[in-house]
């Protein structure tokens, strides 16, 4: 009774859900800890009334690209503004080294 029709039209960008089951390894994440969702995505079609085609990257190939609506959030802002960790220096564990830049006082 409380549920609402998703809807989303081609070239929206979404996020992905993923299903953290313990000691289940789906999209390179694993553990309790490990995101629910992953993304965003482009849609690239439409299949029917609730399936939808997301364009994936190159390390997600092996992933059946079409997805229930269900499995999709939509993407509220400007997605070409996300960061990519690769080039913060984060490590795996989100932890990062700290580096003092200058001494002011003895």
């Known amino acids: 009774m409380r549920r609402r029709d ?7 960008w979404v996020y992905l859900k993923i299903s953290p089951m313990k000691g289940v390894m789906r999209f390179g994440k ?8 992953v993304g965003p995505y482009q849609i690239l079609r439409r299949v029917g009334k609730v399936a939808y085609k997301i364009d ?4 997600l190939a092996s992933v059946h690209p079409f997805f ?3 499995r999709l959030k939509k993407c509220v ?7 990519s960790l690769e080039g913060l ?8 080294k700290e580096v003092s830049v200058k001494i002011l006082d003895r």
Request: avoid cysteine; proline fraction near 5%; glycine fraction near 8%.
């Open 6 to 12: 998703m809807d989303f039209d081609v070239h929206d």
């Open 30 to 37: 694993k553990g309790k800890l490990s995101p629910q969702y």
């Open 56 to 59: 994936l990257q190159n390390k």
């Open 68 to 70: 229930h609506v269900s």
């Open 77 to 83: 802002g400007d997605p070409t503004s996300i960061v």
């Open 89 to 96: 220096g984060v490590k795996e564990n989100l932890s990062d």
